[in-house]
């Protein structure tokens, strides 16, 4: 929240205080810290009523009725890792402390749940072997492999959670346990995580196939490795107006070719353009797949992306493109992974 700091309040101010800082606030709670700015603990306003009822004064100091062991964040949580402990714990506000438990924001649920909840459900491709990344993914799948301060897939769950995305399937083949055991069935995130459990490996979309029947579409289908803010709602949204078949999100990739071009015709050198750059449109890895599309998907069976796609064109189907914006990075090989850790913080906040 904006003006978390009119929650704060001292362990000798009273009750009668406390009281005016959680009505100026609005949130239903007082921060209470020392002079340092050191968190002591929490006074929700059912904290003051209660203590009121009990025999205290509007006079007395709160120190006695303080809760001291609040559920805090760490300074720089994305929001969607902070929404996620907010269900998980079902909490309506959730403090934020730098190392030294300090205050440093206010997360509350209204400040993250702008958006509706979504009933499209979400698959994260999350099976592959990552064997570009070498010795790093010899004991760890690549989407639990720590970029800042939690595994790839975390941050990429959490981005969904803010839009509103609640159902989840994690498609899974090399170290799935690593990846179940971690996330479970997404209860105490406040999802509904499921598996798709593939034998062997089913290429990039053939687990799509292992979706439950119910599971008509549209799906969002994005890849395990792709940390990205695109607003993954208005790809929908898009996607469903224009009754596509299949969306494919797309990125601007530039290459330039680092020397001078020549153009030359009939033994004569007619220009030279020095260090020309190119753009051209690249897959993303994020996609949306309506009921057509997933029914051509074999069941049980390897089966890429681009081949399905190319299908959908060949059947006349519409395949529409939703161009990204803002940042996007694939995490395939070691200097992408490095890229992502130094930009973490910057991009994420945490």
């Not at 403090?95 to 400040?111: E, I, K, N």
């Not at 790093?136 to 790839?152: A, E, F, Q, S, W």
């Not at 996007?328 to 200097?335: A, K, Y």
Request: glycine share 12%.
């Amino acid at each position: 929240m904006k003006h978390w700091q009119r929650t704060l309040v001292g362990p000798d101010a009273p009750l009668r205080q406390v009281l005016k800082a959680i009505d100026a606030a609005g949130v239903g709670i007082a921060l209470v810290v020392d002079e340092g700015g050191v968190l002591i603990g929490t006074l929700s306003d059912g904290d003051v009523r209660r203590a009121l009822i009990n025999g205290a004064a509007l006079e007395q100091a709160c120190r006695p009725f303080v809760h001291t062991t609040p559920v805090v964040a760490p300074d720089g949580l994305d929001e969607g890792a902070a929404l996620t402990m907010l269900r998980a714990r079902k909490l309506r506000q959730l403090p934020r402390v730098d190392a030294d438990g300090r205050v440093t924001g206010l997360s509350t649920v209204g400040d993250l749940l702008d958006v509706p909840e979504r009933p499209e459900p979400v698959v994260i491709m999350a099976g592959g072997r990552g064997e570009r990344l070498a010795e790093l993914t010899r004991t760890t799948p690549k989407p639990m492999l720590n970029v800042g301060p939690r595994p790839i897939l975390e941050t990429i769950i959490s981005g969904l959670a803010v839009q509103g995305f609640r159902r989840i399937f994690l498609s899974v083949n090399y170290m799935a346990d690593q990846i179940e055991a971690h996330f479970g069935d997404g209860s105490d995130r406040g999802l509904n995580i499921g598996y798709l459990r593939e034998d062997r490996p089913l290429g990039t979309c053939g687990a799509l196939s292992l979706l439950p029947p119910e599971v008509e579409g549209p799906v969002l289908v994005t890849n395990g490795d792709v940390l990205t803010r695109v607003d993954y709602g208005q790809v929908m949204e898009a996607h469903i107006r224009d009754g596509a078949a299949a969306t494919v999100v797309v990125r601007d990739y530039e290459m330039q070719v680092p020397f001078g071009v020549i153009r030359a015709a009939d033994g004569r050198i007619s220009g030279i353009e020095e260090k020309p750059s190119q753009v051209f449109n690249i897959n993303a890895g994020v996609y949306v797949l309506s009921r057509p599309a997933l029914e051509r998907i074999p069941r049980g069976q390897a089966y890429d992306m681009p081949t399905l796609i190319q299908a959908l064109i060949d059947a006349d189907l519409a395949v529409r493109p939703h161009r990204a914006e803002g940042y996007w990075l694939d995490i395939g090989r070691p200097p992408d992974y490095d890229r992502a850790n130094a930009e973490f913080g910057a991009v994420f906040g945490g």
